[in-house]
């Protein structure tokens, strides 16, 4: 079950929660429990500008069924890549930042693999963001860029995508605090970014 986090103002976010056991890809919205999928107009954007590429696509079905389970997939992009570290090495007290804004927006998520135990040995896995694309949400008129939060998987050359973080980079002024956040996250991450081959299942 998601866990529930409970705002000043009442409202109830769910948490998503990453599954024990394989569920879908990790890339997938079905690989999450809690994960809302929404429709309407709140998902409307416009100025959209891809900084990923798609290379491959692999899904093996569980059964002949088109609409039946999976069990097993990836997806390979081609984009702007950044190698951090290892869990560990990033959540060590002491640990040198040379990303600050951004661990402050992703520590509890890699704390959270390694108190839940994600996979075997994930404090020893390296972390990585892959940049996806850049949008304009037209109802709050934000600009906002997408960047995947990737753990490394053991012994093999893969990722699994642990969180998406989405940015607000411009916008209006009622998100001023917000669009600082997201605009020192992506002028921390950009520069040190390589164009690579990333492979998540």
Known sequence: MPQRKRHPDGWIEYQPRLPATYLAPSWSWAGVYGR????????QYDLITPFAKVLDIDIQLASQDPFGAVRGGSIT?????????TVDSLIAPQSPEPYPSLMTAI???LKDLVTNGYGENAHEQ???LLMLLKWRDVCRKEERVGVLVLLGVEGDDS?????????????????NMMIAQGSLIFRECKDGMQREKVRII
Do not use: D, M, N, Y
């Open 36 to 43: 809302a999928v929404r429709f309407g107009p709140e998902s």
């Open 77 to 85: 992009l081609h984009g702007p890549f950044l190698r951090i570290g």
């Open 107 to 109: 520590l509890p998520f």
């Open 126 to 128: 390296q972390v990585g």
């Open 159 to 175: 990722w699994r995508r642990v969180e998406c973080l989405t940015l607000i980079v411009k916008g209006s002024p009622t998100s």
